[in-house]
């Protein structure tokens, strides 16, 4: 059970009953699909940049907990970033939901997100965690592609 | 479901007895009893079927057919005795009407691409339910791009029930084939099968039943169906993957250009020409799952020993206890409420997502499916992104039943 509260933080739980930045942006300059086909997870996310700063986010669909809570929080964390810092809390963020590699738990730069390190115990959970993130991506990228967590 | 003897109180199932026969049930998942409820997806398997596949490979093997030497010779017999096991189970005319595929999903491709692409043309029609599976949805897709023909859907009601009226009048002078499931994977609706191929067969349609989900639950009796195709998985029915049936009605069958080329399905073969073998052989190229086909035989053996009857009884008590349990929940919604169902628990909770109380549920040891169960437009039907679905087989319990429902009390918890 303690792995499941681990999973389920306060935080996580929150953010899925009152996701933030839930809409989209009029006239953003930045758009993308995501799409999880294992459970059928859809989102949205819309950007606008401000030369080379997220000026807004915001996202909508309809997922699980883990998917729409780091939706949420993905959109709190980017705003005011540069593309290069979110590319690279992207990276930081993945590494902490996969445990690929020795990335803390916790460790500085990932702010709230760590709240999402109880992930990397239920691997058939990481595509909920960073099917935003992927879909902000290509997003950002300029593609044209449905975002999937391949 | 076509096992009778409704009015004979079937003697009751043992289920300690039958739970000691699925080595798979005695174990612990995340320090929990292991309770199993999606057998809708694939059954576990008896003792008794992975012994005869063991020791099929152990005494018997060899590849079948024109084989003159013994282990041969023995090899045949016990893929025919299979054949012939399913054509009783299925009551069908002959064994030659039985064709081993590799599953429900090929038995369907097969009908579509050989059947399918010799009557279906231009403006054509093929008519299927809003309940199917996608493996009942999108062969029949496939072959309306390819003709120009239209795939047209048979609505159903909030219950999740065939509107039946409906379907009859979309049954069009254009109507090639009816593909229906005969029990529903996302809902557990039963459909009016017989209903069904008596409308269509008074305007000379063909009619192909998906059979996966209904072949565990009961006897199947074709000829009393009055089908022209029943397809149904090994694998559902307590038996090992790899191997499926189509039943075809054998006019029907010896109609049809052969579905893949290849070593078995021929009587000759030159470079100018080939001709080919009888029924069933015609569709059977390459070599087959030779032991699925004997563990298939064995787990018929398996439940025809245990009785389709009592087997019905056991679950029909499980389906009317659980539906009880669920529905004194607040805040659950059962999607896939028909009269007449199979086993089948499918339901959403308010505020909680389906893949979080298949996390949930896990963590108790209980298996549950959650997601689309490869039915989406079902889930648009019902506006429902995904569903959590229990489904329960012989070896299912009271007691795992109650396992269920604390487990989704518990989410609900945790998430209010």
């Given at each position: 059970?303690?792995?499941?509260?681990?999973?389920?933080?306060?935080?996580i739980l929150?953010h899925n009953?009152?996701?933030?930045?839930?809409?989209e942006i009029d006239?953003a300059s930045?758009?993308?699909?995501?799409?999880?086909p294992?459970c059928?997870?859809?989102?949205?996310v819309?950007?606008?940049l401000?030369g080379?700063i997220?000026?807004?986010?915001?996202f909508?669909?309809?997922?699980?907990?883990?998917s729409?809570?780091?939706?949420?929080l993905?959109?709190?964390?980017?705003k005011?970033?540069?593309?290069?810092q979110v590319?690279?809390?992207?990276?930081?963020?993945?590494e902490?939901?996969?445990?690929?590699?020795?990335i803390?738990v916790?460790a500085?730069?990932l702010?709230?997100l760590?709240v999402?390190?109880?992930?990397?115990?239920?691997?058939?959970?990481?595509?909920?965690a960073?099917?935003?993130?992927h879909?902000?991506?290509?997003?950002l990228?300029?593609?044209?592609?449905?975002?999937?967590?391949? | 479901m076509?096992a009778s003897?409704?009015q004979?109180?079937a003697?009751?199932l043992?289920v300690?007895?039958?739970r000691?026969?699925f080595?798979?049930?005695?174990?612990?998942?995340?320090g929990?009893?292991l309770?199993f409820?999606?057998?809708?997806a694939?059954?576990?398997?008896?003792q008794q079927?992975i012994?005869?596949?063991?020791e099929?490979?152990s005494?018997?093997?060899?590849?079948?057919?024109?084989g003159?030497y013994e282990?041969?010779?023995?090899a045949?017999q016990?893929?025919?005795?299979?054949r012939?096991k399913?054509r009783a189970?299925?009551?069908?005319?002959?064994?030659?009407?039985?064709?081993?595929?590799?599953?429900?999903?090929?038995a369907?491709?097969?009908?579509?691409?050989?059947?399918g692409?010799?009557?279906?043309?231009?403006g054509d029609?093929?008519?299927?339910?809003?309940m199917?599976?996608?493996?009942?949805?999108?062969?029949?897709?496939?072959?309306?791009?390819?003709?120009?023909?239209?795939l047209?859907?048979a609505?159903?009601?909030?219950?999740g029930?065939l509107m039946l009226?409906e379907?009859?009048?979309?049954?069009?002078?254009r109507t090639?084939?009816?593909?229906?499931?005969?029990?529903?994977n996302?809902?557990?609706?039963?459909n009016p099968?017989r209903e069904i191929t008596?409308?269509?067969?008074e305007?000379?349609?063909?009619v192909?039943?998906?059979g996966a989900q209904?072949?565990?639950?009961?006897r199947?009796?074709?000829?009393e169906?009055?089908?022209?195709?029943?397809?149904?998985s090994?694998?559902?029915?307590?038996g090992p993957?790899?191997?499926g049936?189509l039943?075809g009605?054998s006019e029907?069958?010896?109609?049809?250009p052969?579905?893949?080329?290849?070593?078995?399905?021929?009587l000759?073969?030159?470079f100018?020409?080939?001709?080919?073998?009888?029924?069933?052989?015609?569709?059977?190229?390459?070599t087959?799952?030779?032991?699925?086909a004997?563990?298939?035989?064995?787990?018929?053996?398996?439940?025809?020993e245990?009785?389709?009857?009592?087997?019905?009884?056991?679950?029909r008590?499980l389906l009317?206890?659980g539906t009880a349990?669920?529905?004194?929940?607040?805040?659950?919604?059962?999607?896939?409420?028909?009269a007449?169902?199979?086993?089948?628990?499918?339901?959403?909770l308010?505020?909680?997502?389906p893949?979080?109380?298949?996390?949930?549920l896990d963590?108790?040891?209980i298996?549950?499916?959650?997601?689309?169960?490869?039915?989406?437009?079902?889930m648009?039907r019902?506006?429902?992104?995904?569903t959590?679905?229990?489904?329960?087989a012989?070896?299912?319990?009271?007691a795992?039943?109650?396992?269920?429902a604390?487990?989704?009390?518990?989410t609900?918890?945790?998430f209010?």
């Amino acid at each position: 059970m303690s792995e499941l509260r681990e999973l389920y933080q306060s935080v996580i739980l929150d953010h899925n009953k009152h996701p933030r930045n839930f809409g989209e942006i009029d006239g953003a300059s930045h758009y993308a699909d995501g799409f999880n086909p294992l459970c059928g997870d859809k989102i949205h996310v819309t950007l606008t940049l401000e030369g080379d700063i997220v000026k807004s986010v915001a996202f909508t669909g309809a997922g699980c907990a883990i998917s729409t809570a780091s939706a949420s929080l993905m959109t709190e964390s980017i705003k005011g970033k540069t593309v290069a810092q979110v590319m690279q809390l992207f990276d930081s963020f993945h590494e902490l939901v996969t445990g690929d590699t020795k990335i803390e738990v916790g460790a500085p730069g990932l702010g709230k997100l760590a709240v999402f390190g109880g992930v990397r115990e239920f691997p058939v959970r990481v595509k909920c965690a960073t099917l935003a993130w992927h879909t902000m991506k290509s997003a950002l990228e300029g593609s044209d592609e449905i975002a999937k967590t391949e | 479901m076509t096992a009778s003897n409704e009015q004979m109180p079937a003697p009751s199932l043992d289920v300690d007895r039958i739970r000691r026969d699925f080595p798979i049930l005695r174990q612990q998942s995340h320090g929990h009893p292991l309770v199993f409820l999606d057998s809708a997806a694939s059954a576990q398997k008896p003792q008794q079927v992975i012994d005869a596949m063991s020791e099929f490979y152990s005494r018997d093997y060899a590849n079948i057919h024109r084989g003159v030497y013994e282990l041969s010779q023995r090899a045949t017999q016990a893929f025919e005795a299979a054949r012939e096991k399913v054509r009783a189970f299925l009551n069908a005319g002959a064994a030659r009407e039985i064709v081993f595929v590799r599953g429900t999903t090929e038995a369907i491709n097969l009908v579509a691409m050989t059947h399918g692409r010799e009557h279906v043309r231009a403006g054509d029609e093929i008519l299927i339910t809003a309940m199917e599976h996608h493996s009942n949805i999108v062969p029949w897709q496939l072959l309306c791009e390819d003709r120009g023909a239209n795939l047209v859907v048979a609505p159903i009601d909030d219950d999740g029930a065939l509107m039946l009226g409906e379907f009859e009048k979309l049954l069009s002078p254009r109507t090639r084939m009816v593909a229906v499931t005969h029990v529903s994977n996302a809902l557990g609706s039963v459909n009016p099968v017989r209903e069904i191929t008596r409308l269509a067969r008074e305007r000379g349609v063909p009619v192909l039943i998906d059979g996966a989900q209904a072949v565990p639950h009961g006897r199947i009796d074709v000829r009393e169906l009055d089908c022209d195709f029943y397809a149904f998985s090994s694998h559902k029915l307590f038996g090992p993957t790899g191997i499926g049936v189509l039943y075809g009605r054998s006019e029907l069958l010896e109609s049809m250009p052969p579905y893949q080329g290849g070593g078995e399905m021929i009587l000759t073969v030159s470079f100018e020409k080939s001709t080919w073998a009888e029924i069933p052989h015609k569709f059977e190229a390459g070599t087959p799952d030779i032991a699925a086909a004997v563990g298939l035989g064995a787990a018929l053996d398996y439940l025809g020993e245990i009785g389709f009857d009592r087997i019905a009884a056991h679950e029909r008590d499980l389906l009317e206890y659980g539906t009880a349990l669920l529905e004194a929940i607040p805040g659950l919604r059962l999607i896939g409420t028909a009269a007449d169902k199979a086993a089948v628990l499918s339901f959403v909770l308010d505020g909680v997502h389906p893949h979080d109380v298949g996390t949930i549920l896990d963590q108790e040891g209980i298996a549950v499916r959650t997601g689309h169960h490869c039915a989406q437009p079902v889930m648009e039907r019902f506006e429902v992104p995904a569903t959590t679905r229990a489904s329960v087989a012989l070896y299912n319990t009271r007691a795992e039943l109650d396992a269920l429902a604390r487990a989704i009390v518990k989410t609900q918890e945790m998430f209010a």
